[in-house]
């Protein structure tokens, strides 16, 4: 860990994929479009799928299996590579893994953990923020690491929580089960969201994708959980 990707490793790779993004960005006048929310997509596509393995500032991630991303392309940032050419690596990285290189002995990046759309926002994400100077993860309302845990992995999309000013309703809402809700019951409900389903959701589905949360992120997101929900949430 540690070591950064050198720009030539890039440029080698770049080389081996360039006919296909040049043929790709000819097909339309502007670069790829990209759809208005990304960044939130993105952002938790990475961190349910890709954060576990490699750290990127702007997502918060801390995984050390694979190479720092910000490391990876500052280099070839700064070089003058531009976002769209960094969607490209990240998309023939996801679909053709290179098999590990010295740095990362006996754990390979394995094929096709996004596809199609999903992919593409991961990939303008990454594009967006890897090696960006400055880069840093967005605020989060709400008091603790927590609120940044809770943000970072999208629980507020599905879920109503004041204090995290999220108002998603694919969920029940988070102020009103949370206070009846012991904190190992708030853990099963993340980590293993169909083992028990809560009244009047039997048919609805919560991501399993959870459980790749780290332990010390799961105890803060508990702990904003219960203080936020029981305390500040309501009046
Ligand atoms: C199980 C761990 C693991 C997961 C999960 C993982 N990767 Fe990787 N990734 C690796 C390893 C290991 C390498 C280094 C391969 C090598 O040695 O070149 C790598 C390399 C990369 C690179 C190339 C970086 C460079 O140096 O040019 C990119 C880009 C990348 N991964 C993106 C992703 C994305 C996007 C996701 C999620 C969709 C993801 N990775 C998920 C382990 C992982
Ligand atoms: C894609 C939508 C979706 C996302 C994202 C999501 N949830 Fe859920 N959640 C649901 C649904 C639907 C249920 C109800 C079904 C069930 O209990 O599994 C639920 C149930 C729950 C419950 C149990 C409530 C009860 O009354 O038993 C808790 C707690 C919870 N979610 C917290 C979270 C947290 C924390 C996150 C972020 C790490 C999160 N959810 C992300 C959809 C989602």
């Not at 050390?64 to 910000?70: A, E």
Request: with cysteine; proline share 8%.
């Amino acid at each position: 860990m540690g070591s950064s990707i050198n720009t030539s490793k890039i440029s080698l790779f770049l080389a081996s994929i360039g006919v296909a993004v040049i043929v790709l960005s000819g097909c339309t006048s502007t670069s790829a479009p990209i759809n208005g929310d990304f960044q939130d997509r993105g952002r938790q596509l990475f961190n349910a799928k890709c954060g576990t393995c490699h750290k990127m500032k702007a997502a918060a991630s801390v995984g050390v299996q694979g190479p720092d991303l910000d490391a990876a392309f500052a280099g070839a940032r700064e070089a003058g590579m531009t976002g769209t050419t960094i969607e490209g690596i990240v998309k023939a990285q996801v679909l053709y893994p290179r098999p590990s290189l010295d740095g990362y002995p006996g754990i390979s990046m394995p094929a096709d953990i996004v596809t199609g759309n999903d992919l593409d926002d991961v990939a303008a994400y990454i594009a967006r923020y890897a090696g960006v100077p400055g880069a840093k993860p967005p605020t989060a309302p709400g008091e603790g690491p927590g609120a940044q845990v809770y943000a970072n992995n999208g629980c507020g999309s599905c879920h109503v929580l004041a204090a995290a000013e999220s108002a998603g309703v694919l969920g029940p809402n988070l102020d009103d089960v949370i206070p009846g809700m012991s904190p190992e019951q708030i853990r099963e409900a993340i980590i293993d969201p169909n083992a028990t389903k809560a009244p009047g959701y039997e048919n609805a589905v919560m991501p399993d994708r959870f459980s790749t949360i780290p332990p010390d992120q799961l105890n803060q997101l508990i702990e904003f959980l219960m203080s936020s929900a029981a305390g500040g949430g309501k009046s």
